[in-house]
């Protein structure tokens, strides 16, 4: 919504003070809004984390579904007594994605290829993926990405370490709700059009179920849990219709409705036989272990 409201018409037209200043909205430049984005989703991460200190695991992931379920109906009912966000009919006219006189709305040749506005996307979507993938595996291995590995191993000994888990856990909130931020801000540039029921409950189901389905704690195991629920869908509309067709006639339950049910049907069976995920964390014993072999090999050798 930030990138909507900066960068799209909708502001001007609802307040007279904004439209003396700018009659055609602020419209203001994508390099500024990604940064004003990504502060104020890390502001109202902290605002949302710090009442769930107290939870964790399974219970901490509840809450924080249920505060996103609150945001997207508190945001669907904002177009009154001010119009803010339009309500449920969304803020359209948002600008594209340009840099100086680079539009991505537009075809570009590069080095005699013709680049459709889509491709140009994609390839910028890819860009911030492997950037923020990076700034990940960097937080990991320092000093707080260590803080958050002690407190989700055993917060108790943690703070008996020393660590301050309070700011420690809001800083994995602000981080976390940056990275939102980022995305949220691409995916209105992207669309041209955002409205509250864009970001309902089944998303941020997804998204759980892509990290339980990887491997919590582990980047290389989300990026996997990612990749398979993103094409599992095509998968099944591909699929399970001409399937349907073939031995019924007909369709007898919607694709939708199976995707839901193997959803949740994964979810169990990995809960159940595979908890930490398909590709889980290294343990530090297991390294421990490794090390250990490999030094009593040289040793003989």
């Known amino acids: 919504y930030t990138a909507a409201l900066l960068s799209s018409p909708h502001l001007a037209s609802q307040f007279e003070w904004i439209a003396a200043l700018a009659p055609n909205g602020l419209h203001v430049p994508f390099l500024l809004i990604v940064p004003i984005a990504m502060a104020l989703a890390a502001t109202f991460g902290i605002l949302l984390g710090a009442p769930t200190l107290r939870l964790r695991g399974d219970y901490l992931a509840i809450v924080t579904l249920g505060f996103g379920e609150i945001v997207r109906i508190f945001m669907n009912n904002l177009d009154r007594p001010v119009n803010i966000t339009n309500g449920p009919k969304g803020i359209t006219g948002i600008d594209p994605v340009h840099v100086g ?105 997804v998204v759980l179920a892509c990290v339980v389905l990887g491997g919590m704690g582990h980047i290389p195991g989300v990026i996997l849990g990612a990749v398979l629920l993103a094409i599992f869908p095509e998968f099944l509309r591909s699929t399970m219709s001409p399937l349907q067709h073939a031995i019924f006639g007909h369709d007898i339950v919607d694709t939708e409705v199976i995707r839901q049910a193997l959803y949740g049907l994964a979810m169990v069976i990995i809960m159940l036989y595979r908890s930490e995920g398909l590709w889980p964390a290294p343990k530090h014993e297991d390294k421990i272990a490794k090390l250990a072999k490999r030094s009593a090999k040289s040793v003989r050798a």
């Open 101 to 205: 006189g680079f539009n991505l709305s537009q075809t570009h040749s590069i080095f005699g290829f013709q680049l459709p506005s889509v491709y140009m996307y994609y390839y910028l979507f890819v860009l911030c993926a492997l950037l923020v993938i990076w700034t990940c595996t960097r937080l990991q291995h320092s000093r707080i990405g260590r803080a958050w590995a002690a407190i989700r191993e055993d917060e108790i000994a943690a703070k008996a370490m020393g660590i301050n888990t309070r700011n420690v856990k809001l800083l994995a909130f602000a981080m976390g709700a940056s990275f939102g931020g980022l995305s949220g801000a691409m995916f209105g540039s992207f669309q041209g059009f955002v409205s509250p029921e864009s970001f309902t409950f089944w998303e941020s189901i």
